[in-house]
């Protein structure tokens, strides 16, 4: 069968709070990413583009495959050899860039570091003055709860404390654009949820452009301004949902009827591709050819 043409939607930036947008703060512009494999060539990422407003929050969710951490990697400059561009302001950049700052799911802390001494870690790379680097570090680790806590070390602190200094840690830098992939996803679903919440509060209060990769439909919708649903492979744009929910996003937006409807509306769609890729993994272990193959 010949390759389905890629989908399209309409991306509309919506305004920022107390005020509205102008040039877009981060472009994907018609990305594809091929991988050579022993079983031949994996197109991870197909024809993709979106673009993302200055303050915005954006979610990039899809079901496991997709090439969401594909995507995340080119746009932080991890993976290259891909066609289309990617521009941070209107300038196209090529490798990592100084403006975008990246939060991982892994472990990431400095066992042999103290808090503050993880945070300001980056700052001292870049040759920052010692009393400038920790007086800022500081700023930052205040700024995620973590006052009181300067001088532990990573071992004593719980999962959730750990990736507050990860997140402070790429903070500290300053950056325009933050890409978190799946930062939650070890954690339990409380801690999730307030962690989410301190996120947030955090990106509104720096007004901070910020693109999260998750598989989790109910952190998509807390967190973000919009919600980009990618296909099963190729990851390719299914469609993007607008959230449409007042701020702070607290206990009773979260469990009101209306935040309901969008969670239910974006399953929808995830469903639809998360059976794709089941019915895919099944053939293959029949040793069938996959129904969505090319013949």
């Not at 509205?20 to 494999?37: C, N, P, S």
């Not at 500290?172 to 989410?196: H, N, V």
């Amino acid at each position: 069968m010949p390759e389905a043409p890629a989908a399209t939607a309409t991306v509309r930036t919506p305004a920022a709070p107390g005020g509205t947008y102008g040039t877009h703060a981060l472009e994907v512009q018609d990305i594809t990413k091929r991988f050579v494999t022993t079983e031949g060539v994996v197109t991870a990422v197909d024809h993709l583009s979106l673009a993302v407003a200055p303050g915005e929050f954006l979610s990039v969710i899809g079901p496991s495959g997709c090439g969401k951490s594909t995507l995340f990697n080119i746009i932080g400059g991890l993976v290259g050899d891909y066609e289309g561009r990617v521009t941070v302001a209107g300038e196209t950049i090529s490798g990592t860039h100084p403006a975008i700052g990246m939060v991982f799911q892994e472990e990431s802390t400095f066992p042999w570091r103290t808090v503050l001494e993880n945070v300001a870690f980056p700052l001292e790379v870049k040759g920052m003055p010692r009393e400038e680097r920790f007086e800022r570090a500081r700023r930052f680790v205040s700024m995620v709860g973590l006052d009181g806590f300067e001088r532990r070390f990573p071992s004593e602190l719980s999962g959730g404390m750990r990736l507050r200094v990860a997140i402070a840690r790429t903070l500290a830098s300053e950056p325009k654009i933050l890409l978190m992939d799946e930062p939650f996803a070890a954690l339990d679903e409380q801690t999730r949820l307030l962690l989410g919440d301190k996120v947030l509060q955090i990106q509104q209060a720096l007004q901070q452009t910020t693109l999260l990769i998750t598989h989790n439909i109910t952190e998509a919708v807390q967190l973000s301004n919009r919600v980009l649903v990618m296909t099963y492979r190729p990851g390719r744009l299914k469609r993007i949902v607008d959230i449409d929910l007042p701020h702070p996003r607290d206990s009773e937006v979260v469990s009101s009827t209306a935040f309901g409807r969008y969670v239910a509306e974006i399953w929808h769609d995830l469903r639809e591709e998360a059976s794709l890729g089941m019915r895919e993994d099944e053939e293959l272990r029949r040793g069938e050819r996959p129904s969505g193959a090319a013949a």
